[in-house]
């Protein structure tokens, strides 16, 4: 699976004019599922990407993930940092021999939903706030980037 993981101030998806999906200060995620993937990658990139050292610390340094924000009293997450993922088979486009991106790596729709979810559902599973796109939707994505950090991250069931 491969990401393009984006430190943003805000984020927003739309499908067919309404509002589907946001986050505020956060990550958005691009991502998309390779023909060969399984539910070892979707565990692995959720893995990846909580963990990812990319926010600021007290002294302005990338040190702190998703992960490292502590628990209110009542045992919930502030939920400082959201996190908006949006299904994008695009992510795989080769355009390497022509100029017309082939997306012949990305993997079929069905198991690409069913992956992305899996993704999603384990990131939830990290008490994270996670919002989604519509999985197949031709989707308008506001992106506020914040720094700008952008990272590409892959995942493959043998490393």
Do not use: W
């Amino acid at each position: 699976m491969r990401a393009i993981v984006q430190r943003v101030s805000a984020g927003s998806v739309r499908v067919d004019g309404l509002e589907v999906g946001r986050c505020g200060q956060g990550l958005v995620l691009l991502v998309g599922v390779h023909a060969t993937d399984t539910e070892i990658e979707a565990k692995k990139l959720a893995a990846k990407i909580a963990n990812l050292r990319i926010f600021n610390d007290h002294e302005g340094k990338m040190n702190l993930s998703l992960l490292d924000f502590p628990m209110t009293l009542e045992g919930c997450h502030k939920f400082e940092y959201d996190v908006l993922a949006i299904s994008n088979f695009t992510v795989y486009g080769d355009s390497s021999r022509s100029r017309r991106p082939s997306f012949g790596a990305s993997a079929k729709f069905d198991e690409a939903q069913t992956l992305f979810d899996k993704f999603v559902f384990e990131l939830r599973g990290l008490d994270l706030s996670v919002q989604t796109g519509v999985f197949g939707a031709n989707m308008q994505v506001s992106i506020l980037n914040d720094g700008p950090v952008t990272l590409v991250i892959d995942v493959d069931a043998a490393i």
